[in-house]
């Protein structure tokens, strides 16, 4: 669920990023009505890239953090801990079952 909700996020947000190639298609247009060398452009194009990057990493993990933050107070975690906890206790469970059916054997035979 966890990873649906972030894909979802994630889809959503990209959609808002500028892309490389909007931003070479914007810088084209400017080049093309001289307002900005070809090199400037190029350059332009790469800090505006770089810059999306970061800012998209940046907020990916704050997102990442805070849904798992979200989903610890919700007892998630806590939840997937006692399952394990629930197994261990039923596997004890029957081990004692069949000591203790070894047992009352051992008693009947003596």
Request: charged share 40%; hydrophobic share 40%.
């Amino acid at each position: 669920m966890f990873k649906e909700i972030r894909k979802g996020l994630m889809a959503g947000i990209g959609a808002v990023l500028l892309t490389r190639e909007k931003v070479e298609d914007a810088t084209r247009k400017l080049v093309k009505e001289a307002k900005l060398s070809e090199e400037d452009a190029r350059r332009l194009t790469e800090e505006l890239v770089e810059s999306g990057e970061k800012q998209f990493a940046k907020l990916e993990k704050a997102l990442s953090d805070a849904f798992k933050g979200g989903l610890d107070n919700l007892g998630v975690g806590r939840q997937e801990a006692m399952e394990r906890i629930k197994h261990k206790l039923d596997a004890l469970e029957i081990r004692l079952s069949i000591l203790e059916k070894a047992h009352e054997a051992g008693k009947e035979k003596a």
